[in-house]
């Protein structure tokens, strides 16, 4: 059966007690729950939400963690003007509902984890949120939500996620569940460290590591991917990594849909993909595709750090954010208060 896992102790999480979920797989799922942060102050409108969906192995902090200094007062994403609401997604282990290791739990894809995030939405009031955004799954996430909720969302900025799973990130997939198989209690911590080489460049791991040796006499590179995967190793679980990974390579925006740019192009939402050059897990000639595809607009993370520049470069990923929510153009309170004042000066008007 799913169970909610427990949560990361960093900050109190909420959680939305929703209705049955049918999946694709044509289960459902009775009772789930979705754990979630809300930053800032939903406004008297409801159309200030700003949506932020984390990757992997990320959890629903993202204003805390693994987007921190993006998210709050007089950040690219501004909590005096926005709520930012960030979710834990399905099948996640930190307080969403997923799976128990050594339990059985359904198949789930993109498309399950944005619609349990589109009831979400609705069991919190939000019809309709100013900006969507992730990367790599997160991204994957997004895009299923533009396309499986038009007219839900504003504007996307969607970083480092394909519209289809490509073969190349199934491949890699495939070696991360083997590790998992055949490396028993140590089979996560190896599937980690594999998947650390698809989210770096070479050119990055050359120009920190090269052939440098670490305290303990091996290479630098190596004591730096064996404490990877032994942090992952102590906070997630093998069956939920196991599920998400199994529901990214499921991931094709097209299917069922007569293929992706009619759909995404009638959406009704402002599209930004974001691509960057050298990645290894989602290449940015597969997210340029995509993007023209749909008519959106398509920008770079220059990096030397490949498909974890979304994590990494700050200041790149800050001017994209701010870009996407329209830097220039008025928050909701913002516009609607000008409005206000538009109207009142026309009444003197008119009564002068």
């Known amino acids: 059966m799913p169970v909610a896992a427990t949560a990361r102790p960093e900050r109190p999480l909420r959680f939305a007690h929703l209705p049955p979920l049918p999946l694709e797989c044509g289960e459902v ?41 993006l998210i709050g007062p007089g950040a690219a994403i501004d909590t005096d003007q926005y709520a930012v ?15 128990a290791d050594g339990e059985r739990f359904p198949a789930i ?16 009031g939000i019809p309709r949120v100013a900006l969507v955004t992730g990367g790599s799954l997160g991204g994957m996430v997004a895009l299923e ?12 900025a969607v970083l480092a996620a394909p519209a289809a799973q490509p073969a190349v990130a199934i491949g ?22 594999v998947a650390m ?3 770096r460049a070479p050119a990055g791991l050359e120009e920190r590591f090269g052939r440098l040796r670490g305290g303990a006499g091996a290479f630098a590179v190596q004591e730096w991917l064996a404490a990877h995967g032994r942090r992952l190793d102590a906070r997630f679980r093998v069956a939920s990594y196991l599920a998400l990974l199994d529901a990214m390579d499921a991931h094709d925006i097209g299917r069922g849909r007569g293929g992706i740019g009619e759909r995404l192009r009638e959406s009704g939402t402002a599209l930004t993909g974001v691509g960057i050059p050298g990645d290894l897990f989602a290449p940015a ?3 340029e595709r995509w993007v023209r595809a749909a008519g959106g607009t398509y920008r770079t993370i220059e990096s030397a750090h490949g498909h974890d520049a979304f994590l990494i470069e700050t200041a790149q990923v800050a001017a994209l954010l701010r870009e996407a929510l329209g830097a220039g153009r008025e928050a909701p309170d ?9 109207d009142r000066l026309a009444l003197v008007r008119e009564v002068a």
């Open 145 to 156: 939500f533009v396309a499986t909720f038009p007219g839900r969302a504003a504007r996307a």
């Open 285 to 287: 000639e597969e997210v």
């Open 29 to 69: 799922l009775p009772h789930p729950t979705v754990a979630y942060h809300l930053d800032g102050t939903i406004n008297a409108a409801r159309d200030n939400v700003v949506l932020v969906l984390h990757a992997l192995t990320g959890s629903a902090d993202a204003a805390g963690d693994w987007w921190k200094g």
């Open 85 to 99: 609401l960030a979710p834990n997604l399905l099948g996640s282990c930190y307080g969403t509902t997923g799976p």
């Open 172 to 193: 890699w997939s495939h070696v991360q569940r083997e590790a998992i198989r055949v490396g028993g209690a140590d089979g996560l911590r190896l599937a980690r460290e």
């Open 197 to 199: 080489l698809t989210y």
């Open 334 to 342: 913002a516009r609607r208060e000008r409005q206000d004042r538009t």
């Open 109 to 124: 894809t993109t498309r399950d984890q944005a619609r349990a995030v589109g009831v979400l939405l609705e069991a919190l």
